[in-house]
């Protein structure tokens, strides 16, 4: 079982830049697939970007050249930097562990319980 907890939301001018975290327990972290999704009011869940355990990245159209995902699998965390946020970035952010790495929710397993990241214009 991995248990997920992001941290690093909050409240930030638009162009201005946030790092989240998301802490994993667990001793197989750096085998899992790590993936960033967000969540808008009146919205479904949509894919940001993915981490697979070998270091291998991928983003949304919508975030790329802007947020880059990285991971210490020796910290057990995986991380979002996010820069150049828009209003539209405004969203809680989930993090989440599979065994593929995917674009799709229902591959990954376990999800943290997000962490809100609000854009002012």
């Known amino acids: 079982q991995v248990q997920l907890v992001e941290s690093g939301g909050g409240l930030v001018q638009a162009g201005g830049s946030l790092r989240l975290s998301c802490a994993a327990s667990g001793r197989t972290f750096s085998r899992y697939a790590m993936g960033w999704f967000r969540q808008a009011p009146g919205k479904e869940r949509e894919f940001v970007g993915a981490i697979a355990w070998g270091g291998g990245t991928a983003y949304a159209d919508s975030v790329k050249g802007r947020f880059t995902i990285s991971r210490d699998n020796a910290k057990n965390t995986v991380y979002l930097q996010m820069n150049s946020l828009k209003p539209e970035d405004t969203a809680v952010y989930y993090c989440?562990?599979?065994?593929?790495?995917?674009?799709?929710?229902?591959?990954?397993?376990?999800w943290g319980e997000g962490t809100q990241v609000t854009v002012s214009s």
């Open positions: 989440a562990a599979g065994g593929v790495w995917s674009g799709r929710p229902h591959e990954y397993d376990h």
